[in-house]
């Protein structure tokens, strides 16, 4: 990623801009990956909020008196390790990794242990018959909602899930790109938005327009990233139904500061503007 930037050091640097929209729309001329678009379009919109003096969240009209609540994941391991994990790490909503020929019992064997609400991610390693079958024991053990449970490429399989699942059913692998939105609608109840696979803050902004009109229900997802990429999620925050952003809490070291999350997942916003991030 430093490579192809540094190869267009330049070029980025002596483009003229007055907002990060002109300027994310030049970096798709560029021909770089999208990953190395994101970190360029969340440095672009932090200078602008500072330049501002406003946090971004504040410049695009919303407020942060109420929001989602980021669940914190649980990772695919030995039932004892999960449970583990839990107790260090209480929390009043987990994401749960799955991907096993034990799904169930595994989700009814930690359900002993909390009575946090429960987010399934299958990893793509379920059949449209299995998460039909699996979604009224997983809605009885406290299960909000089943995420990408198909292949990406599984749409039919997907528009039977949509329609016989009683557990709605979020998009994840199948929705990268603002163009994936679209067909997304006919094929989930809502979408799972990731900045550094989307382009950054401007084209998840578009994307969740988008998703809204079109009825579907959104949430904006994280990597293992550090608190650069989580302060920029914090900022869509009042926008989103959903939240996946423990990113930063999941790394032993950090190289920022900005947007922290509290135990009782209370968000605590900088006084700093655009994304409210300083550099470690």
């Known amino acids: 990623m430093m490579a192809e930037i540094t190869a267009l050091r330049q070029k980025i640097e002596t483009f003229e801009h007055d907002t990060p929209e002109e300027f994310h729309a030049f970096l798709l001329t560029t021909g ?41 994941t649980i990772g695919i391991a030995p039932i004892d390790e999960m449970v583990a994990k839990m107790k260090e790490k209480p929390w009043p909503i987990y994401k749960i990794k799955l991907g096993t020929d034990n799904d169930v019992a595994i989700i009814k064997a930690l359900r002993e242990h909390t ?15 299995e998460t039909i079958h699996n979604a009224p024991m997983l809605k009885d053990l406290g299960v909000e909602f089943l995420e990408q449970p198909l292949k990406a490429n599984d749409w039919e399989g997907m528009e039977k899930v949509m329609h016989r699942s ?49 009825g579907l229900k959104v949430m904006v997802g994280c990597m293992t990233e550090s608190t650069v990429g989580i302060s920029a999620i914090a900022q ?22 900005g947007v922290r999350i509290e135990a009782n997942g209370k968000v605590v916003f900088p006084k700093l503007g655009g994304s409210g991030i300083t550099l470690t």
């Open 166 to 214: 009683v557990l709605p059913v979020i998009a994840d692998e199948s929705c990268i790109v603002e163009t994936d939105v679209e067909k997304c609608a006919l094929h989930f109840n809502g979408i799972n938005i990731k900045l550094t696979k989307c382009g950054g803050l401007t084209p998840a902004r578009r994307m969740i327009q988008k998703a809204k009109d079109l």
């Open 115 to 129: 009575d946090a609400v429960f987010r399934i991610d299958a990893n793509c390693a379920w059949t449209a018959k």
């Open 32 to 72: 770089l990956s999208n990953f190395s678009i994101c970190a360029l379009d969340l440095a672009a919109n932090d200078l602008y909020g500072k330049i501002q003096g406003k946090p971004l969240y504040e410049l695009w009209g919303t407020h942060t008196d109420r929001y989602p609540t980021t669940n914190y």
């Open 236 to 257: 869509l925050l009042p926008q989103l139904d959903y939240v996946d952003m423990d990113g930063a809490m999941l790394l032993k070291e950090d190289i920022a500061q």
